[in-house]
């Protein structure tokens, strides 16, 4: 299960580091194999954190009885 969730992060990271690439105008072949993975990592940190406000915020809702759909 976890393997999955961390595939899905993965795959998700990437997507956005080629989108910001694209968004600047370059290729990823611009960037060294050591650099696309920086910006790959930094993502996932990224929606990692993402992921636990939304889950945080999900968790007090339900406290209240509020469904969050």
């Known amino acids: 299960m976890i393997d999955k969730a961390k595939k899905i992060i993965r795959k998700k990271a990437i997507a956005n580091v080629n989108e910001k690439i694209a968004y600047l105008q370059k290729k990823p072949s611009d960037y060294t194999k050591d650099e696309l993975r920086d910006l790959i990592v930094k993502e996932e940190k990224k929606i990692?954190?993402?992921?636990?406000?939304?889950?945080?915020?999900?968790?007090i809702l339900a406290m209240f009885g509020i469904a969050n759909f």
Do not use: D, E, R
């Not at 990692?48 to 889950?55: A, S, T, Y």
């Open 48 to 59: 990692l954190q993402g992921w636990g406000v939304k889950g945080a915020a999900t968790t």
